[in-house]
Structure formats: structure tokens, C-alpha cells
């Protein structure tokens, strides 16, 4: 697996590890790929075969043995960085839930992300997805 492929593997576990693909995590999924190199380069036809093998992926393996291979595969600086992708491609849709944050916990060990930067990361993921109808007036 290559860094581009193993990245985007991370972003699809994490926007599907219910085994469901919603309109939201879709779309983020898509919004987070698709401004980043060398993705932003890439031919839709590319993309269409990326993500269609990664889907062969995600069904054979499940999305927790799916972000272990494609964790193993990322070189250090970009782990953060997949670490925070995945983190807000699960906010996509609301608030973490209890498995949610199970399944980003097991992310930080397998990517071996300290817990300081994990809690930097979701810190700052509440601020980005703090709803507008939650602050006063």
C-alpha cells in the first residue's frame, strides 16, 4: 500500500466503521481528499479506482484491520495529520459517539500518536464543529 492509498484508507475506515457510508461522511470524505495532493491532481477516473479498491478492502477486512495495515504503511509526520483527517470525517455527522471514540483511540496506538496530540486534535475538533445554535447571542 502506498502513502496515498494508505491515507485515504484511514479517512474511509473512519467515515464508514459502522459499515455505513452516510451522505455526511461522504461528503467529507470527499472534501478532505479532494483538496489535498496528490488527490487534487488525480484523474476522476483515479479516484473512482482508488476508492473502488478500498471499498474491496474495507469489506474483506473490516475498517479496524484496514487502518492497521494503512497505519503501518504512513511515514511519522504524516500520522498526525491522518489522525486529525479521520477525526473530522467522524465529527462529519455530529457529535462522537462512544464507538467513535473507541475507534480513534485505537487509531492514536496503532499510528503511535501520544495522548497530548490525540486530545490537542479533538479539542479542536469540538471548536470546529461547535454548533452555531450553541453560542449565545
Known amino acids: 500500500m502506498d502513502r496515498p492509498t494508505a491515507f485515504a484508507a484511514i479517512a474511509l475506515a473512519a467515515v464508514s466503521w459502522d459499515g455505513r ?17 496528490p488527490y487534487s491532481s488525480w484523474s476522476d477516473g483515479r479516484m473512482v479506482s482508488l476508492m473502488d479498491g478500498l471499498l474491496v478492502s474495507l ?41 467513535e471514540e473507541r475507534i480513534l483511540g485505537r487509531l492514536s ?18 471548536v470546529l464543529h461547535t454548533s452555531l445554535e450553541d453560542i449565545p447571542l
Do not use: C, N
Open 21 to 37: 457510508l452516510t451522505k455526511a461522511g461522504s461528503r467529507s470524505l470527499r472534501h478532505v481528499l479532494d483538496y489535498r495532493q
Open 59 to 99: 469489506r474483506e477486512m473490516g475498517p479496524e484491520a484496514l487502518m492497521a495495515e494503512a497505519s503501518r504503511e504512513l511515514p511519522a509526520h504524516l500520522r498526525q495529520t491522518a489522525f486529525a483527517t479521520a477525526a473530522e470525517i467522524m465529527r462529519s455527522d455530529g457529535s462522537l459517539e462512544e464507538e
Open 109 to 126: 496506538q496503532l499510528l503511535g500518536l501520544e495522548t497530548q496530540q490525540t486530545r490537542a486534535i479533538i479539542e479542536v475538533m469540538d
